[in-house]
């Protein structure tokens, strides 16, 4: 069989990769010869810092900043040689791993064809295609040993199975079988409501949602589409994703055989996804929603509605993140302890726009402080005195190459999986290739570019979820910020458009 | 191998006894080619090596003559190395009154040290000598004041921390000297580099680690060329850790507890711990109760850090792409230079639980969804009994389970069941759990129990379904070989449960276990008097009132004066 033109990842990428991700690491030299911030101890050998018995170990070790690290020499496995489509049009990649006595397989399909994951509301509640999947793997692997899940994430639904070595091949039937013939029970949907998801932050996040009418919103859960209504998958809307103890050879022609006669029908044109919303607040979102819910803390949700990132500014979007998500963190928890985490949520990028939000939880007394210091972070980010430094423009981007590009990656099981997803949602690799590249290119003023495009404090509402009584009466000792200060922080910003 | 309790299992005591002599003796020899130097480092050390050919792995140990423990497993198919720093101390060596204090301690080493995190380390020097001295003077005050009262209430308000007006001055200044001393800080330095470098790490805050009751962990997943980042800063952190942002800390580690254990169920389920035990301090929360966050100080924590947290009472596990040859330089620049320190005091044995009379019950009495959660105590991971267990709670749990079987066979509907049991090093727990649709369904659910755990003791197992669960536990353990960061957290795990090549005693005796053996424990360990019963309620009677502090008999103020 033949590699399908549409994976255009290629052989102009493969060994480029490794250079051009070589040369961009030569520049995350925060660690690599970065002044040092810091240097010597106050204290000398033999003394003890207050209230230790233990001296204080004086040593000549160099400043971490001033170690002299190697390059990273890490080199994702290639897909080029990875690849394999089959008579049918169903496309792979395969990635064998001699050594391993497990196998991944992952099949990844764009969730176009399931068109009601992507409603509004919506995530309380399986997508069919994946009931669907779920219900049929379950009963066709039977007894066989392994691993299953099935989920959407990214506008992708996929199936992932791990068995011993000696099962690859049910596995692989199992599921191909699976994807071919939508499961018959699937269409009925649950009988009971499903649970409002995430509990009181959860509740946050949808009380936000609903207040900009757009987003996400756990607990409003719409009906089911029944499975069957979707139509049977063509095989060229699959991607399988193939890693582990496995013979090359040996997968391809049992791909063959189990795709063989596999036709589908395409999806009908109402099943497509949905375009995203149009510019989609209301008029005038409250500033502060208060929502009363039992309990000793508060949880809070601080957003607005954000338009799908252009992909030319994914990479500066992704670094804004990691930059933005350490600083709110120090802002409101290390410096101050009113909170365990401050999370910054950003939509998915691959679905279409939602809540940009900033989400987190507190005692009565530290839900106006968070507000207030979450939103000055927010702020100072659009602004250019609010530009990343060049420590936080490493330490991000570093982050989002050497640690996370790399972890997904990791090996033929990771890289299959990752290889197959990507390809079902891009038709391409070259995104995610790329990625080292682009995410090192960014500069901080990229940077302030997207903050002031994307964060938008003119639009923020606060949601609070908590014993709202407790914690309008409740006053920081050190940071009394009060929740009517909160709303006039908003309205101020919101005055100013 | 540490000794185990058990009168009727005199020969495995004995043997264990002699074999932990043998493991303290190999701990405290140097190791082959090991040489003294006289800056403290080793040289010439020769690794252990150890093949495990039934597990399919093959490791490494090295020994420092500081006792630091290095295992390493190679791994090279990704140029990445896992690394797990694991501690023996947790909840089980904290003292009353300073619960949950480890899991502080976790957080605040994770502040920099002497050189680290710091723009002035003068300045830093001098508000840290400040704050000590006031905290000293805020303790004494402190003292007197409890000295003065004692609770007399059933049920106090724990989230009112005692106080006096002198207190609240002296702690103004304490929290006014560390805003000034943030003012001086780089926060999330060690945190940051590690992820410039590459660290995959647990979490996403700057404390890559967790706490439990007999371990704190501490681990990081980095490219092969960065490993000196984790032995430089790592080696700093045991031996310089400077305890900045204390106050700050002590909330945030407070939201933590709010988050888990100020949930209904989280009450519910330390009420069922509390009730499993009479002395031992595996019953207690690791998380500590509300009003101990008020109490921890930095003379408990200091002492905690410099018993514990010293080369002797530590492991770390590498799995990846490195060799011990690579590791030993690294290994004596820095873990090496750091003296031994006394051997820390255990904590985790010095309370013996008496056998329990009878059953214990636990009706909870607070609104909540139907569930029945019954639960036997089972002996410690190192015990020759313990790696039954896993096969026992895989035979009763899930629709396929001898508890699904037992409720088909007696006409009973049968809810989702879950069985499970907890690895420790100390004596744990098989859990058994359902929830039916309602509280009429509960007492049936328990007859359910009675006859599927009956005829576990009279040896009626399924030998298709062991076998099935015998292959289903070799996939596990072939998915956690080839996975660094779950490999080196589970060597450094049977460490602190016990001693890392209990690992392979562990695995091995659990493939050999049969129906037999089942049977044995079953008939030992899942009897009446050993057993503990939960059950929550949707309306419970005598229902009380919802709450989430005190319950119904809170009365009064909780200021110390008002019960002198």
């Given at each position: 069989?033949?590699?399908?033109?549409?994976?255009?990842?290629?052989?102009?990428?493969?060994?480029?990769?490794?250079?051009?991700?070589?040369?961009?690491?030569?520049?995350?030299?925060?660690?690599?010869?970065?002044?040092?911030?810091?240097?010597?101890?106050?204290?000398?050998?033999?003394?003890?810092?207050?209230?230790?018995?233990?001296?204080?170990?004086?040593?000549?070790?160099?400043?971490?900043?001033?170690?002299?690290?190697?390059?990273?020499?890490?080199?994702?496995?290639?897909?080029?040689?990875?690849?394999?489509?089959?008579?049918?049009?169903?496309?792979?990649?395969?990635?064998?791993?001699?050594?391993?006595?497990?196998?991944?397989?992952?099949?990844?399909?764009?969730?176009?064809?399931?068109?009601?994951?992507?409603?509004?509301?919506?995530?309380?509640?399986?997508?069919?295609?994946?009931?669907?999947?779920?219900?049929?793997?379950?009963?066709?692997?039977?007894?066989?040993?392994?691993?299953?899940?099935?989920?959407?994430?990214?506008?992708?639904?996929?199936?992932?199975?791990?068995?011993?070595?000696?099962?690859?091949?049910?596995?692989?039937?199992?599921?191909?079988?699976?994807?071919?013939?939508?499961?018959?029970?699937?269409?009925?949907?649950?009988?009971?409501?499903?649970?409002?998801?995430?509990?009181?932050?959860?509740?946050?996040?949808?009380?936000?949602?609903?207040?900009?009418?757009?987003?996400?919103?756990?607990?409003?859960?719409?009906?089911?589409?029944?499975?069957?209504?979707?139509?049977?998958?063509?095989?060229?809307?699959?991607?399988?994703?193939?890693?582990?103890?496995?013979?090359?050879?040996?997968?391809?022609?049992?791909?063959?055989?189990?795709?063989?006669?596999?036709?589908?029908?395409?999806?009908?044109?109402?099943?497509?996804?949905?375009?995203?919303?149009?510019?989609?607040?209301?008029?005038?979102?409250?500033?502060?929603?208060?929502?009363?819910?039992?309990?000793?803390?508060?949880?809070?949700?601080?957003?607005?509605?954000?338009?799908?990132?252009?992909?030319?500014?994914?990479?500066?979007?992704?670094?804004?993140?990691?930059?933005?998500?350490?600083?709110?963190?120090?802002?409101?928890?290390?410096?101050?302890?009113?909170?365990?985490?401050?999370?910054?949520?950003?939509?998915?990028?691959?679905?279409?726009?939602?809540?940009?939000?900033?989400?987190?939880?507190?005692?009565?007394?530290?839900?106006?402080?968070?507000?207030?210091?979450?939103?000055?972070?927010?702020?100072?980010?659009?602004?250019?005195?609010?530009?990343?430094?060049?420590?936080?423009?490493?330490?991000?981007?570093?982050?989002?190459?050497?640690?996370?590009?790399?972890?997904?990656?990791?090996?033929?099981?990771?890289?299959?999986?990752?290889?197959?997803?990507?390809?079902?949602?891009?038709?391409?690799?070259?995104?995610?290739?790329?990625?080292?590249?682009?995410?090192?290119?960014?500069?901080?003023?990229?940077?302030?570019?997207?903050?002031?495009?994307?964060?938008?404090?003119?639009?923020?509402?606060a949601v609070v979820v908590g014993p709202i009584e407790e914690v309008r009466e409740a006053r920081h000792p050190q940071w009394p910020f009060a929740l009517d200060e909160v709303a006039e922080l908003l309205e101020g910003a919101r005055a100013r458009? | 191998?540490?000794?185990?309790?058990?009168?009727?299992?005199?020969?495995?005591?004995?043997?264990?006894?002699l074999l932990g002599a043998a493991v303290v003796g190999f701990r405290e020899t140097p190791p082959p080619g090991a040489v003294n130097s006289q800056d403290g480092r080793s040289a010439g050390m020769s690794p252990v090596t150890e093949e495990w050919?039934?597990?399919?792995?093959?490791?490494?140990?090295?020994?420092?003559?500081?006792?630091?423990?290095?295992?390493?497993?190679?791994?090279?198919?990704?140029?990445?190395?896992?690394?797990?720093?694991?501690?023996?101390?947790?909840?089980?060596?904290?003292?009353?009154?300073?619960?949950?204090?480890?899991?502080?301690?976790?957080?605040?080493?994770?502040?920099?040290?002497?050189?680290?995190?710091?723009?002035?380390?003068?300045?830093?020097?001098?508000?840290?000598?400040?704050?000590?001295?006031?905290?000293?003077?805020?303790?004494?005050?402190?003292?007197?004041?409890?000295?003065?009262?004692?609770?007399?209430?059933?049920?106090?308000?724990?989230?009112?921390?005692?106080?006096?007006?002198?207190?609240?001055?002296?702690?103004?200044?304490?929290?006014?000297?560390?805003?000034?001393?943030?003012?001086?800080?780089?926060?999330?330095?060690?945190?940051?580099?590690?992820?410039?470098?590459?660290?995959?790490?647990?979490?996403?805050?700057?404390?890559?680690?967790?706490?439990?009751?007999?371990?704190?962990?501490?681990?990081?997943?980095?490219?092969?060329?960065?490993?000196?980042?984790?032995?430089?800063?790592?080696?700093?952190?045991?031996?310089?850790?400077?305890?900045?942002?204390?106050?700050?800390?002590?909330?945030?580690?407070?939201?933590?507890?709010?988050?888990?254990?100020?949930?209904?169920?989280?009450?519910?389920?330390?009420?069922?711990?509390?009730?499993?035990?009479?002395?031992?301090?595996?019953?207690?929360?690791?998380?500590?109760?509300?009003?101990?966050?008020?109490?921890?100080?930095?003379?408990?924590?200091?002492?905690?850090?410099?018993?514990?947290?010293?080369?002797?009472?530590?492991?770390?596990?590498?799995?990846?792409?490195?060799?011990?040859?690579?590791?030993?330089?690294?290994?004596?620049?820095?873990?090496?230079?750091?003296?031994?320190?006394?051997?820390?005091?255990?904590?985790?044995?010095?309370?013996?639980?008496?056998?329990?009379?009878?059953?214990?019950?636990?009706?909870?009495?607070?609104?909540?969804?139907?569930?029945?959660?019954?639960?036997?105590?089972?002996?410690?991971?190192?015990?020759?009994?313990?790696?039954?267990?896993?096969?026992?709670?895989?035979?009763?749990?899930?629709?396929?389970?001898?508890?699904?079987?037992?409720?088909?066979?007696?006409?009973?509907?049968?809810?989702?069941?879950?069985?499970?049991?907890?690895?420790?090093?100390?004596?744990?727990?098989?859990?058994?759990?359902?929830?039916?649709?309602?509280?009429?369904?509960?007492?049936?659910?328990?007859?359910?129990?009675?006859?599927?755990?009956?005829?576990?003791?009279?040896?009626?197992?399924?030998?298709?379904?062991?076998?099935?669960?015998?292959?289903?536990?070799?996939?596990?353990?072939?998915?956690?070989?080839?996975?660094?960061?779950?490999?080196?957290?589970?060597?450094?795990?049977?460490?602190?449960?016990?001693?890392?090549?209990?690992?392979?005693?562990?695995?091995?005796?659990?493939?050999?276990?049969?129906?037999?053996?089942?049977?044995?424990?079953?008939?030992?360990?899942?009897?009446?008097?050993?057993?503990?019963?939960?059950?929550?309620?949707?309306?419970?009677?005598?229902?009380?009132?919802?709450?989430?502090?005190?319950?119904?008999?809170?009365?009064?103020?909780?200021?110390?004066?008002?019960?002198?």
């Amino acid at each position: 069989m033949t590699t399908g033109p549409t994976i255009r990842t290629a052989q102009a990428r493969g060994p480029g990769i490794h250079l051009t991700l070589l040369l961009g690491l030569g520049s995350l030299t925060g660690i690599v010869g970065c002044n040092p911030t810091s240097e010597g101890s106050a204290w000398q050998a033999g003394e003890a810092m207050p209230g230790h018995n233990r001296p204080v170990l004086v040593h000549d070790w160099p400043h971490p900043t001033a170690l002299s690290l190697p390059e990273v020499g890490f080199i994702p496995p290639d897909p080029t040689t990875a690849e394999f489509e089959t008579a049918g049009g169903l496309r792979a990649f395969i990635l064998p791993d001699p050594e391993d006595p497990v196998v991944a397989i992952t099949a990844a399909v764009a969730s176009t064809r399931s068109p009601e994951s992507r409603e509004e509301g919506n995530t309380g509640e399986r997508p069919a295609l994946v009931r669907s999947l779920q219900e049929s793997l379950g009963e066709r692997l039977g007894t066989v040993v392994g691993q299953v899940g099935v989920g959407e994430e990214g506008g992708v639904v996929t199936v992932r199975v791990e068995v011993p070595t000696r099962h690859w091949r049910i596995a692989i039937e199992s599921v191909l079988a699976a994807l071919r013939e939508p499961h018959p029970h699937a269409t009925e949907g649950p009988t009971l409501p499903p649970e409002p998801a995430g509990g009181g932050m959860g509740r946050a996040v949808a009380e936000l949602a609903r207040t900009h009418a757009r987003g996400v919103s756990p607990d409003t859960p719409t009906g089911p589409a029944p499975a069957t209504a979707m139509g049977a998958l063509t095989p060229a809307e699959v991607v399988i994703g193939i890693g582990g103890g496995v013979e090359r050879r040996d997968v391809e022609s049992a791909l063959e055989t189990f795709t063989e006669g596999w036709e589908g029908s395409p999806p009908a044109p109402s099943m497509a996804a949905a375009p995203p919303e149009a510019e989609g607040s209301t008029p005038d979102p409250e500033l502060l929603r208060l929502v009363e819910h039992p309990g000793f803390m508060a949880w809070l949700a601080l957003g607005h509605p954000m338009d799908p990132v252009a992909p030319v500014d994914e990479a500066a979007v992704a670094v804004m993140e990691e930059v933005l998500n350490i600083r709110l963190n120090i802002a409101t928890r290390e410096m101050r302890g009113l909170t365990n985490r401050a999370l910054l949520v950003l939509p998915d990028r691959y679905g279409g726009g939602g809540l940009l939000h900033v989400r987190s939880s507190g005692r009565f007394e530290s839900v106006g402080p968070i507000l207030r210091y979450s939103w000055e972070e927010l702020t100072r980010m659009r602004e250019e005195s609010g530009a990343p430094t060049a420590e936080e423009m490493s330490q991000a981007q570093g982050g989002l190459v050497l640690s996370r590009w790399q972890g997904v990656l990791d090996g033929p099981r990771a890289a299959a999986e990752t290889y197959a997803v990507e390809l079902a949602r891009h038709d391409s690799l070259d995104r995610l290739l790329a990625w080292p590249e682009a995410v090192l290119a960014v500069d901080p003023s990229d940077v302030t570019a997207v903050a002031a495009a994307y964060l938008q404090p003119e639009r923020l509402t606060a949601v609070v979820v908590g014993p709202i009584e407790e914690v309008r009466e409740a006053r920081h000792p050190q940071w009394p910020f009060a929740l009517d200060e909160v709303a006039e922080l908003l309205e101020g910003a919101r005055a100013r458009q | 191998m540490r000794p185990f309790r058990d009168s009727s299992a005199l020969i495995p005591l004995l043997a264990s006894l002699l074999l932990g002599a043998a493991v303290v003796g190999f701990r405290e020899t140097p190791p082959p080619g090991a040489v003294n130097s006289q800056d403290g480092r080793s040289a010439g050390m020769s690794p252990v090596t150890e093949e495990w050919e039934a597990l399919g792995i093959t490791l490494d140990e090295l020994v420092l003559d500081n006792g630091f423990r290095i295992v390493i497993v190679e791994d090279h198919r990704v140029p990445r190395v896992a690394a797990s720093l694991w501690y023996r101390v947790g909840a089980l060596q904290e003292g009353p009154g300073e619960h949950g204090a480890t899991h502080f301690l976790e957080h605040v080493i994770h502040q920099g040290t002497t050189t680290i995190g710091v723009r002035d380390p003068e300045l830093d020097r001098r508000l840290l000598e400040e704050i000590h001295e006031l905290e000293a003077e805020f303790l004494a005050e402190r003292n007197i004041a409890r000295n003065q009262v004692r609770e007399r209430r059933i049920f106090f308000d724990e989230e009112a921390w005692p106080t006096t007006p002198r207190m609240d001055s002296l702690q103004a200044r304490i929290l006014e000297l560390e805003e000034r001393q943030s003012e001086n800080r780089h926060f999330w330095q060690e945190y940051n580099w590690y992820r410039e470098a590459g660290g995959i790490m647990r979490h996403t805050d700057p404390v890559p680690a967790n706490t439990g009751n007999e371990l704190m962990r501490i681990e990081v997943d980095l490219p092969r060329e960065r490993l000196e980042l984790l032995f430089r800063m790592e080696a700093d952190r045991m031996v310089n850790a400077v305890l900045r942002g204390f106050e700050a800390q002590r909330t945030i580690v407070l939201e933590q507890f709010l988050n888990i254990n100020r949930s209904e169920t989280g009450r519910f389920s330390e009420a069922l711990n509390g009730a499993s035990g009479i002395v031992h301090p595996i019953y207690l929360h690791p998380g500590g109760h509300m009003r101990d966050h008020a109490f921890w100080n930095r003379p408990s924590v200091i002492r905690m850090y410099e018993e514990y947290m010293v080369p002797n009472n530590a492991i770390l596990a590498l799995v990846g792409a490195v060799t011990a040859e690579e590791i030993l330089p690294l290994a004596q620049e820095y873990f090496g230079r750091i003296p031994a320190a006394p051997e820390p005091s255990p904590g985790m044995d010095w309370e013996a639980e008496p056998p329990p009379g009878g059953a214990i019950r636990l009706d909870w009495h607070e609104p909540l969804s139907p569930s029945l959660t019954v639960r036997y105590r089972t002996p410690g991971v190192g015990h020759p009994d313990r790696p039954a267990f896993d096969l026992v709670a895989r035979l009763l749990g899930g629709s396929d389970g001898m508890l699904a079987a037992a409720a088909r066979d007696l006409g009973i509907p049968s809810p989702g069941w879950s069985a499970g049991v907890s690895r420790n090093g100390s004596p744990t727990r098989l859990s058994i759990q359902a929830r039916p649709p309602s509280d009429a369904g509960l007492p049936a659910l328990e007859r359910v129990v009675e006859a599927a755990v009956e005829r576990l003791r009279r040896g009626e197992v399924d030998e298709d379904a062991l076998t099935r669960i015998h292959e289903e536990l070799r996939f596990q353990w072939d998915r956690l070989r080839t996975h660094r960061g779950e490999l080196a957290s589970d060597l450094g795990y049977f460490h602190v449960m016990d001693e890392w090549r209990t690992m392979r005693t562990f695995l091995e005796a659990r493939e050999a276990t049969t129906v037999e053996e089942i049977q044995r424990v079953a008939a030992r360990y899942l009897v009446p008097w050993n057993r503990i019963v939960g059950t929550t309620r949707s309306a419970p009677e005598p229902a009380a009132e919802k709450h989430l502090t005190g319950g119904p008999l809170q009365a009064g103020p909780a200021a110390p004066e008002a019960s002198r």
